[in-house]
T-cell receptor
Framework: AQSVAQPEDQVNVAEGNPLTVKCTYSVSGNPYLFWYVQYPNRGLQFLLKYITGDNLVKGSYGFEAEFNKSQTSFHLKKPSALVSDSALYFC????????????FGSGTKLNVKP | DAGVIQSPRHEVTEMGQEVTLRCKPISGHNSLFWYRQTMMRGLELLIYFNNNVPIDDSGMPEDRFSAKMPNASFSTLKIQPSEPRDSAVYFCASDLPGNTIYFGEGSWLTVV
């Protein structure tokens, strides 16, 4: 069965430090992987995606994510966190066999402290 | 592009009343999704349409919930009668299959 796991409910990091938000997935075919961010009282905003090609994907606001096929992971990273990055982050996977199915993780709350 | 447009943004209604949420997808997108977000259950897919046809409504919680897509630029999610446990944020999203889903800003529903 297709699924996405975000093992951490919350990640705390100091401003200026690197951050990582973890995501692992399970799909039957080739994965289409996505990261979304949700700020308070807002909808989910697309950050970046991996379809094929380079395992390191760059996205909005300086975020990047690394696709690791052997570990079935797609961790979100940023070299230097900002207080304004504090938000809820969702990993998602699209079923390659059924593009209309989109599976979201449970979300990780990122807290960046000054 | 204006993005996915949802209305109303906020609604407070009394238990037993009918609630209608509206969505205008991004022009050219032929798939439309309705999601519900709560603290307890996170993000849940309620139903999705492809080319205006409901494909999977297995996430619709009960018969009180119904969704329609009469044309490519409009969809509604209706709750009748509403109950306090329906209080949540309801998101509409659209895309081209195989591509990126884009979300609206949500409809914040409170049933008292």
């Amino acid at each position: 069965a297709q699924s996405v796991a975000q093992p951490e409910d919350q990640v705390n990091v100091a401003e200026g430090n690197p951050l990582t938000v973890k995501c692992t997935y399970s799909v039957s075919g080739n994965p289409y992987l996505f990261w979304y961010v949700q700020y308070p009282n807002r909808g989910l905003q697309f950050l970046l995606k991996y379809i094929t090609g380079d395992n390191l994907v760059k996205g909005s606001y300086g975020f990047e994510a690394e696709f690791n096929k052997s570990q079935t992971s797609f961790h979100l990273k940023k070299p230097s966190a900002l207080v304004s990055d504090s938000a809820l982050y969702f990993c998602a996977v699209r079923d390659g066999g059924n593009f209309n199915k989109f599976y979201f993780g449970s979300g990780t709350k990122l807290n960046v402290k000054p | 592009d204006a993005g996915v447009i949802q209305s109303p943004r906020h609604e407070v209604t009394e238990m037993g009343q009918e609630v209608t949420l509206r969505c205008k997808p991004i022009s050219g997108h032929n798939s439309l999704f309705w999601y519900r977000q709560t603290m307890m259950r996170g993000l849940e897919l309620l139903i999705y349409f492809n080319n205006n046809v409901p494909i999977d409504d297995s996430g619709m919680p009960e018969d009180r919930f119904s969704a329609k897509m009469p044309n490519a630029s409009f969809s509604t999610l209706k709750i009748q009668p509403s109950e306090p446990r329906d209080s949540a944020v309801y998101f509409c999203a659209s895309d081209l299959p195989g591509n990126t889903i884009y979300f609206g800003e949500g409809s914040w529903l409170t049933v008292v």
